[in-house]
């Protein structure tokens, strides 16, 4: 099976968030990167499919000269080979679908793997955009796949459920947690990582459809009263919640 | 802009809540020149007949044999039949299972910008979407460039507004035309967790961590959660220690809530965790440690045992309500 696994590059979720002088963009001096945690688990899937069944596995992402590091990552852990697809620095969801779907006609796949959101934008869009683009079915925020005989059957996360997805190859797959436990690059296989080549390629340009004007850090505006576990606070939050919130 | 195009999602008898939030959103953008319509997708009139309530004149109903079992790719395509139909500029989805497999493939058929999980839309000078970014440590305020524009709005952030007078509404019926090539993708079953309230579509959701210490001691959550009429939480450590099912899991990578009270017990309100509740309407946290970065986001805060506290906390809003 040739399989497609897409991956981005985004701040450790436990960066604080700090709005760079251009007032759109974080700054990003001290900001530790990693794969977006979502497509560890694209990677770690396409692994095993291929331990199963046989096949390569190849990550791109779309990003530029620093994105290497996340995809050195993708190597530790074990894919065939990566493309880096060099393009603008902060792109926006289309510029990125498009050029993710320019990939998957060259390479072909098979089985495309996504993220479920990059937990940056959480614009949580490529994977359904890329199979309109492409003309494939897709599904979303899948917690179990099964692929046998060229046919997919995917559980799907919904609200207060979930449900069964059949599709057949070439299909688009997006990650959810539950869906395995990505493995640990092992040491030796993060040095051997370093020599492996990139596959380096240049972005088309792809008009943008939205720019942001403006980035902001929410402001608390919560009253954070606090009280004490004594009888006298405990009737006190329901009163307040009663009268004054008006929530219950 | 001159069409709104509204995706209304049938449940049981009726919409479900979200429909209702996201026309009263559409009617807030929509000023004085532009018309709204709504499209329902393998549903019957019935189930929308009270949209008039809320200000919606025009209702497309959409059915076909290849809509009867639901697929996603078959939806998208009767959605952009309708779209043409009314020359829609603007199509509104809520952000929810479906219709985050729905919106991106409406805006590439139209070849629209698109905005997901937006928590505010204003119209001045075109339409302005914020959203929250980087777990909701931030958020951004984004402009759509092209004609055309697709949004998606987060669940129990837009407030469902009832008209000044209800309107009366016309039922229009469509039959798209979709071939087998449509029905790429499809849903052969459904496993609903029946009597228990998602923690997305709940009201109220009270919320243990691992100050709960066990999956037994959840039925104090789950009493304070019935007394409410909500849903049960979990942090991702709970989630983990498998005390609770991941369904419940709140935070970056569980479910993103905005109930109107939340109340979060035994949780030390780590980033990944509040990036999933912090825009709940109402935050009551309860921990013993006063030092928990959770009373940073809370309106109200207990510092206790939990144990004590939930027992006298239920038998108190019980007397209340
Ligand atoms: C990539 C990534 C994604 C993540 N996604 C999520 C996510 O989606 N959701 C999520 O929740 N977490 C997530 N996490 C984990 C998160 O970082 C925290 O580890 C987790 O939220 C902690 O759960 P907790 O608050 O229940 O436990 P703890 O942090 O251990 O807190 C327990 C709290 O209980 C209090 N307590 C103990 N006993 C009592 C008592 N008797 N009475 C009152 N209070 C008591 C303690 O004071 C403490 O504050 C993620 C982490 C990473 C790295
Ligand atoms: N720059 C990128 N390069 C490659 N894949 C990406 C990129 N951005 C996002 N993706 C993929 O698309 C998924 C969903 O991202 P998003 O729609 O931006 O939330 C991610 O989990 C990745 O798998």
């Known amino acids: ?248 | 802009m001159k069409n709104i195009l509204v995706y209304l999602e049938a449940q049981g008898d009726g919409l479900k809540r979200i429909s209702y939030e996201v026309i009263s959103a559409a009617r807030s953008i929509a000023g004085d020149s532009a018309r709204i319509y709504g499209v329902l997708v393998a549903g019957n009139s019935g189930q929308a007949e009270n949209v008039g309530e809320y200000g919606l004149t025009d209702v497309i109903v959409a059915n076909h044999i290849l809509l009867e079992r639901y697929s996603s790719t078959a939806v998208a395509a009767t959605i952009f039949q309708a779209a043409e139909s009314v020359g829609a500029d603007c199509l509104l989805f809520p952000a929810n299972a479906a219709g985050l497999e729905l919106e991106p493939r409406l805006a590439v058929k139209l070849s629209a910008g698109y905005v997901a999980d937006c928590t505010g839309l204003s119209a001045d000078d075109g339409i302005i979407a914020t959203k929250p970014v980087y777990a909701g440590k931030a958020q951004v305020k984004t402009k759509v460039e092209t004609d055309k524009c697709v949004f998606s709005l987060r669940p129990n952030v837009f407030t469902a507004t009832k008209a000044d007078s209800p309107v009366s509404t016309n039922f229009t019926e469509m039959v798209p035309e979709l071939t087998d090539n449509d029905v790429s993708v499809v849903v052969t079953s459904v496993d609903k967790n029946e009597g228990t309230l998602d923690v997305l579509e709940a009201d109220m959701v009270v919320s243990g961590g691992r100050g709960v210490k066990s999956a037994e001691n959840f039925n104090l959550i789950e009493s304070l959660a019935e007394v409410l009429g909500g849903a049960v939480g979990a942090s991702r450590a709970v989630v983990d220690a498998g005390w609770r099912p991941h369904s419940e899991q709140v935070g970056q990578t569980g479910k993103t809530v905005s109930p109107t009270l939340y109340v979060a017990c035994g949780i030390s309100g780590a980033i990944q965790h509040m990036a999933g509740m912090s825009t709940s309407k109402v935050i009551v946290a309860i921990n013993k440690d006063k030092d928990a970065p959770i009373f940073k986001v809370a309106d109200y805060g207990i510092v206790g045992d939990l144990f004590e506290v939930l027992p006298k906390l239920t038998d108190r809003i019980r007397e209340v309500k």
């Open chain 1, 1 to 248: 099976m040739n399989i497609l696994v897409c991956i981005s590059r985004v701040p450790d979720t436990a960066t604080k968030v700090v709005i760079g002088s251009d007032g759109n963009s974080i700054d990003s001096q001290g900001v530790k990167f990693i794969v977006n945690p979502y497509d560890e688990l694209a990677i770690e899937e396409g692994l095993r499919l291929r331990e199963k069944n046989g096949g390569v596995v190849t990550a791109v992402t779309i990003g530029t000269d620093k994105s290497t590091d996340v995809l050195r990552t993708a190597l530790a852990m074990g894919v065939d080979k990566v493309i880096l697809v060099k393009g603008e620095e902060n792109p926006d969801s289309f510029y990125v679908a498009e050029n993710l779907a320019a990939v998957a006609k060259d390479e072909n796949p098979d089985l495309i793997l996504l993220g479920r959101q990059s937990v940056d934008f959480d614009s949580l869009q490529i994977p359904s955009a890329l199979g309109e683009i492409l003309g494939m079915p897709s599904i979303s925020v899948v917690s179990k796949l099964t692929i046998e005989d060229g046919k997919v059957t995917a559980e799907r996360d919904i609200e207060g459920g979930c449900e069964i997805v059949e599709a057949s190859l070439p299909c688009i797959i997006s990650a959810q947690k539950g869906l395995n436990e990505p493995r640990y690059p092992k040491l030796p296989d993060i040095m051997k990582s370093r020599s492996k080549p990139i596959d380096q390629r240049d972005a088309a340009a792809a008009a943008s459809r939205t720019s942001i004007i403006g980035m902001e850090i929410p402001l608390k505006q919560r009253a954070g009263k606090i009280l004490t576990d004594s009888d006298d606070d405990i009737n006190e939050l329901v009163r307040m919640l009663h009268e004054d919130a008006k929530v219950i």
